[in-house]
């Protein structure tokens, strides 16, 4: 046995959580609609998120905020995510919303399509209000989907033609059906049944536990795939 696997085998040892199988893990997936792409200058305008336990999608148990931005609201994210600035004037800021957002988390972990985008935000607003970034751990169904498409996976969905299929593209080739693109609670719904499509292609490829998935997952894998683009539109 070599170190890394003694390493492993310590580490799981001293946090249980790591064991946990997959079909006992509390999951959150979500998805924030943006102003745009600058965690320096842009706002979230809205957050959705669903919970999942294993591979269960539990739909009567949501979260849905439209946030009122600091950041100019303009035509071309308008245009991706549909929510105009007359509809955001009354709503609460973010830091009107973070307190319900982080209770609604809990202690899950955190499912979302490209994630590092929203962490970026989130932690940033979290850091502001209340001095630390999110606890949570976080796995990213890109990353996933990278991880079992580097070992050859036999299903038509990872023989697509791009690399880094957005969410939209990996909906179709699994034929999940979209009804509300780009609204942050939809994306969300969606991301649930993309992840739920990989993880027996996961579970056969041989993550058993948390601490594998959150390996296979970890959104700094697809951090070198986040360029360009406005609001969530190749997402």
């Known amino acids: 046995m070599g170190f890394t696997e003694v390493w492993r085998g310590l580490w799981r040892g001293r ?18 609609e943006l102003t745009g792409l600058d965690d320096r200058k842009d706002d979230i305008v809205s957050i959705g998120a669903l919970r999942m ?3 269960r999608i539990a739909l009567g148990d949501t979260f849905q905020r439209l ?10 994210t308008v245009v991706v995510h549909r929510i105009t600035p007359s509809q955001l004037e009354e709503m609460p800021t973010i830091d009107g919303i ?44 890109l990353a996933l989907y990278g991880w079992l498409r580097r070992r050859a996976t036999e299903h038509p969905a990872f023989a697509l033609e ?28 969606v991301t649930a049944q993309v ?27 697809q951090v070198a795939n986040l360029t360009g683009g406005d609001g969530h539109s190749h997402f």
Request: charged fraction near 20%; hydrophobic fraction near 45%; aromatic fraction near 6%.
């Open 15 to 32: 946090n249980p959580e790591a064991q946990r199988p997959l079909e006992a893990i509390p999951f959150t997936v979500l998805d924030t």
């Open 53 to 55: 336990r294993g591979g």
């Open 67 to 76: 946030v009122r931005p600091g950041a100019t609201l303009d035509g071309r």
């Open 98 to 141: 973070l307190g319900a957002f982080l209770e609604y988390l809990g202690e899950s972990i955190l499912v979302g399509h490209c994630i590092a985008i929203d962490l970026a935000f989130l932690n940033r607003d979290a850091k502001r209000l209340r001095g630390r970034p999110l606890a949570n751990r976080a796995v990213d169904t």
């Open 162 to 189: 791009a690399t880094a299929p957005s969410l939209f593209d990996l909906a179709q080739a699994f034929e999940i059906p979209v009804e509300a693109a780009h609204s942050a609670i939809g994306d969300a719904y």
């Open 195 to 221: 992840f739920q499509r990989l993880l027996p292609f996961l579970t056969q490829a041989g993550i058993q536990d948390q601490a594998g998935l959150c390996r296979a997952g970890h959104p700094d894998r």
